[in-house]
C-alpha cells in the first residue's frame, strides 16, 4: 500500500507560479512510478504530467509542456509539480498518484491522493 498527500494549492494571479508537492509513504513507494492529474468542475479527470520510479523519464500533457515541470526527490518518495506561467484553465483539482504499468494514463496508476485546489484568477 502506498499513501499519498499533496500540498502547495492556493489561489495566484493568472502567470504567477506554484509548486505542488506530493509525500508518497509506505515501503515500497520509491519503487512507483508517480503520475500528476487534475480535474476541474464538470469536467474528465486528465493527464497532466508523470515521471517515472527512476526519475529518468518525464511525460507531459501538451497543454503544460513548457511550463510545468515533474521532479522527485532522491528518496523517490516526494514528486513535485512546478507550475509556471499559470492560466485560468489550469485551475482544477490536481491530484496525485502511484502506480506500475505506464505513465500517461489514469489507469496505470492504482493509489490516488485526496487532490490539491489550484485556482488560476484572469
Known amino acids: 500500500q502506498v499513501q499519498l498527500r499533496e500540498s502547495g494549492g492556493g489561489l495566484v494571479q493568472a502567470g504567477d507560479s506554484l509548486r505542488l508537492s506530493c509525500a508518497a509513504s509506505?515501503?515500497?513507494?520509491?519503487?512507483?512510478?508517480m503520475g500528476w492529474f487534475r480535474q476541474a468542475p464538470g469536467k474528465e479527470r486528465e493527464f497532466v504530467a508523470a515521471?517515472?520510479?527512476?526519475?529518468?523519464?518525464?511525460r507531459y500533457a501538451d497543454s503544460v509542456k513548457g511550463r510545468f515541470t515533474a521532479s522527485r526527490d532522491n528518496a523517490k518518495t516526494t514528486m513535485y509539480l512546478q507550475m509556471n506561467s499559470l492560466r485560468p484553465e489550469d485551475s482544477a483539482v490536481y491530484y496525485c498518484s502511484a502506480g506500475t504499468r505506464g505513465l500517461g494514463r489514469d489507469s496505470f496508476y492504482d493509489f490516488w491522493g485526496q487532490g490539491t485546489q489550484v485556482t488560476a484568477s484572469s
Open positions: 509506505g515501503r515500497t513507494a520509491s519503487t512507483y512510478n
Open positions: 515521471v517515472s520510479r527512476s526519475g529518468g523519464t518525464t
